[in-house]
């Protein structure tokens, strides 16, 4: 299966700054790559899908890129709200796999 | 507005079974692909299994195949996740999620249902 690594594990930044999350696969996704963000005691929510596809209602301030085995999720300027758990996701192949997940705090 | 409610968790011993229900509503649910994903303590994200919208196709992740079997009942607008011979590893909230683009990505999600495997 594919393995996704995401870097930072913790990104510590303020409200305002700039967030650039990394997601690595350990091989090609081509560009079926997704980005969930959940927060404490909640269910995950689609952010990004296809690499760069801003999900339903998602601020512009979200944005995804990358293609292959690396992507990038930027956060353009931090609201209160986007601290949160950050996950990528692959379904270029079977089965879907998740990253680890990056922690944004405050 | 989409609702997807999952029940049945509870705490259970090891090698028994359980059923989790997830009730939809807020869309067309016999139209939808659907998936279970679950997320153990502290933990990350880990896809479990996904129906089809029509139940032709499944597909179960290798670390449940053979034990859980994943169904569906579109009169009912209901999902289930039938798991037997539970394990400890299989302890986690459960989630049950819309499919979105041919089973690629899930664009809604459950609260969830704990599940606690334990002696």
């Known amino acids: 299966e594919i393995v996704l690594t995401q870097s930072p594990a913790t990104l510590s930044l303020s409200p305002g700054e700039r967030a650039t999350l990394s997601c690595r696969a350990s091989q090609s996704v081509s560009s079926y790559l997704a980005w969930y963000q959940q927060k404490p005691g909640q269910a995950p929510s689609l952010l990004i899908y296809d690499t760069s596809n801003r999900a339903t209602g998602i601020p512009a301030r979200f944005s995804g890129s990358g293609s292959g085995t690396d992507f990038t999720l930027t956060i353009s300027s931090l609201e209160p709200e986007d601290f949160a758990v950050y996950y990528c996701?692959?379904?270029?192949?079977?089965?879907?796999?998740f990253g680890q997940g990056t922690r944004l705090e405050i | 507005q989409v609702q997807l409610v999952e029940s049945g968790g509870g705490v259970v011993q090891p090698g028994r079974s359980l059923r989790l229900s997830c009730a939809a509503s807020?869309?067309?649910?016999?139209?939808?692909?659907m998936h279970w994903v679950r997320q153990a303590p502290g933990k990350g994200l880990e896809w479990v299994a996904v129906m089809s919208f029509d139940g032709s196709n499944i597909y179960y992740a290798d670390s449940v195949r053979g034990r859980f079997t994943i169904s569906r009942d579109n009169s009912k607008n209901t999902l289930y996740l039938q798991m037997n011979s539970l394990k400890t590893e299989d302890t986690a909230v459960y989630y049950c999620?819309?499919?979105?683009?041919?089973?690629?990505?899930?664009?809604?999600w459950g609260q969830g249902t704990l599940v606690t495997v334990s002696s």
């Open positions: 999620a819309r499919d979105y683009r041919k089973m690629r990505y899930k664009d809604y």
């Open positions: 996701q692959q379904r270029n192949n079977w089965p879907p796999t």
């Open positions: 807020g869309f067309t649910f016999s139209t939808y692909a």
